[in-house]
């Protein structure tokens, strides 16, 4: 008797797909796996304080402007003689507490149907409530580090003027960093989207380019980075009331992030901090998504960064 083939297999239909994307707002699990493919989605926060500070109680407690000298300055040790014995300098103690940030949006169910492919729906939904959360954290803690360095360097010229000296700057804001010599390394530089078309393209800067390299950004459009340092661009809009001012820092010892990490039930979390969680309103033939991301910036070591005034 002839046995019918199961090729070719069924394709999926549009009840199909509708279910899936349901199943999906409904498991925690799914919809984390789901916020991990929106990896473009990053925190100027995390690269710009990337120590990570354990909350406790809704608050951390750390330490502030911490020397890193002993008391007391190094001796001549004669032959066989003991090493004179010095005590670590402490820090001010300072307690920080953490603060949950958050927005919902609502999914309709028609939003879901009419949207193609349907999947989008919900990583429009996804984008949404992440991006303002981001934007969010990203604008408190710039406002916390622009509250907590007080070094300043003053730029040659404004970076759109033909007198620029845009390397100059740099190079003079890191030494004056380094002359301090508590053992700072600048390694990250926060300029606005504006000031970062400047560098792009300024002429000076391309005629110290390798020639037809693949890093240039006349071909990929990204500095990643220059003189030392990564780059990180944000909006105007987000820097210490609207002025376009540079910021250079040694990420590794101006701070961190104190993120209260423990996942309360019915959440998904991204890799960005980013906790989410949606909920079925049947009445409504919608679902509501909330996000959420509970933390504080702490700024342990404001001599690690300095700003690079008149570059307007």
């Given amino acids: 008797m002839p046995v019918a083939s199961p090729y070719p297999l069924p394709t999926v239909s549009v009840s199909d797909e509708l279910k899936t994307i349901h199943h999906l707002l409904r498991e925690p699990t799914l919809l984390a796996r789901r916020m991990k493919q929106l990896d473009d989605i990053k925190f100027v926060a995390d690269l710009l304080l990337p120590q990570r500070f354990r909350s406790s109680g809704g608050a951390v407690l750390y ?12 001796e001549s040790v004669a032959p066989g003689a003991e090493y004179p014995f010095a005590s670590p300098q402490t820090g001010v103690p300072a307690v920080a507490s953490v603060t949950k940030w958050g927005q919902a949006t609502r999914l309709t169910d028609e939003r879901i149907k009419r949207s193609l492919p349907m999947g989008g729906s919900v990583d429009w939904a996804l984008r949404k409530v992440t991006n303002t959360v981001r934007r969010k954290v990203d ?39 380094e002359d301090l010599e508590l053992g700072h390394t600048l390694d990250m530089m926060l300029i ?9 393209t300024d002429e000076k800067v391309a005629s110290l380019r390798r020639r037809e390299a693949s890093d240039n950004p006349v071909y990929g459009g990204l500095i990643d980075v220059f003189a030392g340092l990564k ?17 250079l820092i040694d990420s ?8 209260e990490v423990e996942q309360d039930p019915g959440y998904a979390t991204a890799p960005n901090g980013i906790q989410v969680q949606v ?10 998504m909330w996000a959420r991301r509970i933390t504080v910036p702490v700024i342990t070591d404001p001599a690690a960064g300095i700003r690079i005034t008149g570059s307007n």
């Fill in 63 to 74: 330490e502030e402007d911490e020397p890193l000298f002993t008391d007391r300055e190094v």
């Fill in 139 to 177: 604008r408190l803690t710039i406002a916390a580090i622009a509250s907590k360095i007080t070094a300043t360097y003053a730029a040659a010229a404004a970076w759109d003027n033909a007198g620029a000296k845009m390397l100059r700057d740099i190079e003079g804001a890191k030494a004056k960093v």
């Fill in 192 to 200: 606005s989207n504006e000031k970062y078309a400047d560098l792009a």
């Fill in 231 to 247: 780059v990180a661009k944000t909006s105007v809009g987000n820097l210490p009331g609207g002025v376009d001012d540079i910021w």
């Fill in 279 to 288: 909920e079925r309103i049947a009445r409504r033939d919608a679902h509501d």
């Fill in 252 to 259: 590794g010892s101006l701070g961190g992030m104190a993120d």
